[in-house]
């Protein structure tokens, strides 16, 4: 199910990342896209249990976005210009420039499936946690 989230965009009232994150399996990148030791490229579900776990005494990311390097290639890759390293990802923004895609995808490939990603590709985080550069 989605709800009207307060900055004005469409927002799932179940969150995979999140429920990644409270589990300690990752933490966020500046377009939102979580980051685990396998990189960012994945696909994540969950499935809720009344059933006590064993912990499995992993180090967990303290910081919400502790595996961002913050090395920028994402906000290069957006082709909206919705992020950046003050406001990080602006979901109007990105929402937005999706939108804009429908016609063209209805018209030159009679589907109603659209979407980006850009920024979760081709990135250094793609593929596992990128190595933080000692800032000169």
């Not at 933490?27 to 994540?44: E, H, P, Q, W, Y």
């Not at 920028?72 to 895609?101: L, N």
């Not at 030159?108 to 990128?130: E, F, K």
Request: proline residues 4%; charged residues 25%.
């Amino acid at each position: 199910t989605y709800a009207k989230h307060e900055k004005g965009v469409w927002a799932s009232t179940w969150s995979h990342r999140h429920m990644l994150f409270a589990s300690g399996l990752g933490s966020f990148g500046l377009s939102d896209g979580f980051i685990n030791a396998r990189g960012k490229a994945m696909r994540c579900g969950s499935i809720i249990v009344d059933y006590k776990l064993p912990s499995d005494a992993m180090e967990r990311p303290k910081d919400p976005y502790e595996y961002c390097t913050e090395c920028g290639d994402c906000i290069e890759r957006c082709p909206a210009g919705a992020i950046s390293f003050e406001t990080r990802h602006d979901k109007r923004k990105c929402y937005a420039h999706v939108a804009s895609t429908v016609p063209y995808i209805r018209k030159n490939y009679d589907i109603d499936i659209y979407g980006c990603g850009l920024c979760q590709v081709s990135v250094s985080c793609s593929s596992g946690i990128p190595v933080k550069k000692i800032k000169s």
